[in-house]
């Protein structure tokens, strides 16, 4: 985590270095809400959605169309649980690190306000596990659960003077599960609130 945290000081810091020098460049810090859900193959399954948060950086490259990497400290849940068995259900928390690429373009232009579309591939490294599952005969673990989810981004922006907000879905686009039982993806709607402070 330290050595992220410490990339991210150095890649923020090379920006604001050149922030003359790229045409259409901000950078600043975002907040925003997270309501995941993790899915499976099994029709028996019933999935919930779970709300949280996320907090990090983003910057943004170009004009008319842009280039938005991010990095942010995020957290996927869900809940699982059987149709047929009341009493079994599941809940998976994933503590992650997530490095969306977008690529962006400005549908409505004006001095103090834009209107955008964007998508891209996000990876998403999880930090740390939280795994629970009650009275299933084959219980998930920690050790079930890859380390890396690959997603699909795509949604919608706006900016208002030095404030930009984006309405994305993610599409989780590898199973995360190593068992052979079934498979096991994520997929997230986000709300993001950001500060342009260049």
């Known amino acids: 985590m330290k050595k992220i945290l410490l990339a ?82 599941g809940s998976i928390k994933l503590n992650s690190v997530d490095v969306p690429l977008l690529l962006g373009a400005r549908l409505i232009d004006v001095k103090a306000a834009n209107i955008r579309i964007m998508a891209g591939p996000v990876a998403s490294i999880a930090v740390n596990k939280t795994i629970m599952f009650d009275n299933w005969e084959n219980p998930v673990t920690k050790d079930d659960i890859k ?7 795509f949604g ?3 900016d208002l003077l030095m404030f930009t907000v984006d309405l994305r879905y993610e599409i989780g686009l590898n199973d995360i599960s190593k068992l052979n ?8 709607f986000t709300i993001g609130v950001g500060w342009k402070i260049l």
């Open 156 to 158: 919608a922006g706006a």
């Open 8 to 89: 991210a000081s150095i890649i923020a810091f090379a920006s604001m270095s050149y922030a003359q020098l790229i045409p259409g460049f901000s950078i600043g810090p975002k907040i925003g809400a997270s309501f995941s859900k993790f899915t499976t193959d099994q029709s028996q399954i019933q999935e919930d959605i779970k709300s949280s948060f996320h907090y990090g950086a983003f910057a943004r490259f170009g004009k008319k169309v842009y280039f938005q990497p991010e990095i942010l400290i995020n957290t996927r849940k869900g809940t699982l649980k059987d149709d047929n068995n009341s009493g079994i259900s």
């Open 181 to 188: 039982t079934f498979d096991l993806k994520n997929n997230m």
């Open 147 to 153: 380390n890396a989810n690959w997603g699909l981004q």
